[in-house]
């Protein structure tokens, strides 16, 4: 069934509002993929806050249009599922990852940050970036490492002290 100009005005402003606000995108072609496949990715997206939409590639272009998602515009060619990371960076390559491993139907066609576009292999180095809660943990135990080595040293200090004086204590009494 066609869709109307309104309908497909309303789909390319959701994807421009979306596209807008996300921090990285994936491009994947599903054909192949059952509908009960789909709808598996789907639950798997929402659980991990990324949007995922089937949009036909000409209304993508054209949401993408002032966004930082325009250097995409080359590879929406064939069936694509389009998937926008909306709490951090790596969230939609882990999905898109994640699911073509069991699925191999799945096939990554662009990705893009920033307002940059990476090759489809780049996949699991974006994949691999920290969540938000990664990053902060890790930015905490870097922050902590020397306070903890300073207490680590100024407890060395009396430590010291009591194997030196333990030490004279025993040679006086092997002495006597």
């Given at each position: 069934?066609?869709?109307?100009f309104?309908?497909?005005?309303?789909?390319?402003?959701?994807?421009?509002?979306?596209?807008?606000?996300?921090?990285?995108?994936?491009?994947?072609?599903?054909?192949?993929?059952?509908?009960?496949?789909?709808?598996?990715?789907?639950?798997?997206?929402?659980?991990?806050?990324v949007?995922?939409?089937?949009?036909?590639?000409?209304?993508?272009?054209?949401?993408?249009?002032?966004?930082?998602?325009?250097?995409?515009?080359?590879?929406?060619?064939?069936?694509?599922?389009?998937?926008?990371?909306?709490?951090?960076?790596?969230?939609?390559?882990?999905?898109?990852?994640?699911?073509?491993?069991?699925?191999n139907?799945?096939?990554?066609?662009?990705?893009?940050?920033?307002?940059?576009?990476?090759?489809?292999?780049?996949?699991?180095?974006?994949?691999?970036?920290?969540?938000?809660?990664?990053?902060?943990?890790?930015?905490?135990?870097?922050?902590?490492?020397?306070?903890?080595?300073?207490?680590?040293?100024?407890?060395?200090?009396?430590?010291?002290?009591?194997?030196?004086?333990?030490?004279?204590r025993?040679?006086?009494?092997?002495?006597?």
């Amino acid at each position: 069934m066609a869709l109307s100009f309104s309908e497909k005005e309303a789909i390319v402003a959701d994807v421009a509002e979306v596209a807008a606000g996300a921090h990285s995108a994936v491009a994947a072609e599903y054909h192949g993929l059952t509908s009960e496949e789909m709808t598996q990715l789907r639950a798997d997206a929402r659980s991990n806050g990324v949007y995922l939409r089937v949009v036909k590639n000409s209304l993508a272009k054209r949401a993408f249009e002032g966004t930082d998602y325009a250097c995409m515009n080359e590879a929406l060619t064939g069936p694509l599922v389009l998937a926008f990371s909306q709490e951090d960076p790596g969230s939609a390559a882990r999905v898109v990852k994640a699911f073509a491993k069991d699925h191999n139907k799945l096939v990554v066609k662009a990705l893009s940050v920033g307002g940059k576009l990476l090759a489809a292999g780049e996949i699991e180095r974006l994949a691999s970036l920290p969540t938000k809660d990664q990053a902060i943990s890790m930015l905490m135990s870097v922050m902590q490492a020397p306070i903890t080595k300073l207490a680590r040293t100024m407890n060395e200090v009396p430590g010291k002290l009591v194997r030196t004086v333990a030490a004279v204590r025993e040679a006086k009494q092997s002495a006597a």
